[in-house]
């Protein structure tokens, strides 16, 4: 059975959100958990996947005044554009082409909310997964704090 993708409704949800990026962020790369939930967290919306034993994937989108403040260095200075971060596969639904599920989801929904554009940052070794999605990588690589090179990348809606 296919995981099923929703928006978040309730603490709970979002539990299972945090519990994925632990496994992925915190447990594999080694990110900080202070780093990893942030205080926009609150501003998110956030999808969650779940599959037959559970959580099995998420991602979050930011836009308005929070995708500004947190990506002012990325010239995100728009009303109508979504940022997607924290994408986050667990181990066991890899393969299985439930990233680009929720990135299609992030999509449906940023247009549901009206929004035109989608901007966000990858790890370089995702850009080959985006860029099949429709996303053109742009700018130098950078480090956005993590010790992991990144490239910014946007789509049009």
Do not use: W
């Amino acid at each position: 059975m296919p995981a099923q993708v929703r928006v978040v409704a309730g603490p709970g949800e979002l539990e299972d959100c945090f519990a994925v990026r632990r496994e992925v962020f915190v447990g594999e790369q080694n990110i900080p958990e202070a780093e990893e939930l942030d205080a926009y967290d609150v501003h998110a919306v956030h999808l969650l996947a779940t599959g037959p034993s559970g959580p099995v994937g998420t991602v979050r989108f930011l836009h308005g005044e929070p995708a500004r403040r947190k990506y002012a260095h990325a010239g995100v200075a728009d009303d109508l554009t979504a940022v997607l971060g924290r994408l986050a596969v667990g181990r066991a639904a890899r393969g299985t082409g439930l990233g680009a599920t929720l990135v299609r989801a992030v999509e449906e929904e940023a247009r549901r909310l009206g929004l035109t554009r989608v901007y966000l940052e990858a790890q370089t070794h995702a850009l080959g997964f985006y860029e099949r999605l429709g996303y053109a990588a742009y700018g130098p690589e950078f480090d956005e704090g993590s010790g992991i090179p990144h490239r910014a990348m946007s789509k049009a809606l």
